[in-house]
């Protein structure tokens, strides 16, 4: 794997990029042994394997289980690439799951589930939000991809990323314990152009945070933007709303849409409007104004783009904080990528039953994806999301989890 990272990272601090070093030698013996790897169904005190349940089709499906040094606890499946929980202290030290989601597979495969279609906890690709009428052109041909939101694209389609079976190789390093995922997208699949080898890397560290690492080739140009999927209670998963954690995102404008959730291509300032998040807000405070773009998302559904000033493309920078005033939960986000979703849950109504048997209702957890802009392929002036064949493409998102009393500043 290049050494990308410790251009990315120069700001960095030295801890963290030895951690970083020795994920990416880590990843190379994985790579050397992973017949050995594969045969064995744990590799430590910090991995647990075990078998999730098959696919229709027969395919064993398995569930990962990273524990860290100080007892967050990270599961994971190699179906989609989904955290099916994440269990985090609140200020008292009491752990809580406070990623939506399932205990079985079966949950993840029902109708019920496709049809409500929430994406909990998934790996999201080859194309992270919509695509306007399902189409593109590149390179003087015209793509036409499956139209699964009304009239649009979304997360790469009928069959997505979320709904592949990756390939596993579990990982355990001075950085942390991690999981590796691999998948190759086939040319034509889902309408893309180009066969797409892909690889996402789950690193739990014992500083709490959760490194996602995404890096893919292709064959034939093609538009990509991977992102993860996960929805977080900070109360913990199957609690009421999330109306009360306070959000900060470092994201001075934004990308309005029309009424299908496609951006118009306007990029606005959030100067004095409900999606000004600058400052730490109550997600609630402003989400019931009458103002035409909450209209159109029922509530927050934006691409929020980033305020990196003169960071390099590799470079983390922070994108967003949530704080929970109950529990003290607080995560911080940082990314390589320039924008992120805010998804305030508002499709959710309460259809699906969580782990703990309560009904996931109405904004009772968010999502913050960190991506390139929604709609790109077809919007000149949005920073490219095309991988050409020879380029490789990376991205990195970092959540850090943490318990405070106040957010401070
Ligand atoms: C989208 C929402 C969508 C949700 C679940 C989010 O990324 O922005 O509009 O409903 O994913 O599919």
Redesign the pocket.
Known sequence: MPLMYSQRLRNGSPLLLGAIAAVLLANTAQAQSSSEASASSSVGSGIQTSVFGHLPDGRQVDVYQLTNANGIELRVTNYGGIILSLKTPDMDGKFDDIALGFDSLEAYLSDEYRQA???FGAIIGRY???IAGGQFSLDGETYSLATN?GSNH??GGDQGFDKVLWQAEPFESDAGNGLVLRYTSEDGEEGYPGKLESEVTYTLTDNDELMVDYRAVTDKATPINLTQ?SYFNLKGEGSDTILDHQLMLNAPEFTPVNDT?IPTGEIRSVEGTPFDFTQATPIGERIEQENEQLAF?GGY?HNFVLARDNAASDELVLAAKVWEPQSGRLVEITTTEPAI?F?SG??LNGDLTGKQGQAYGHRSGF?L?TQHYPDSPNQEAFPSTILEPGETYRSRTVYRFSAQQDLGS
């Open positions: 279609n929430p994406y992270g939000n919509r939101d979304l997360h999927h959730l998302g559904d979703q998804y508002n499709f999502a994806e």
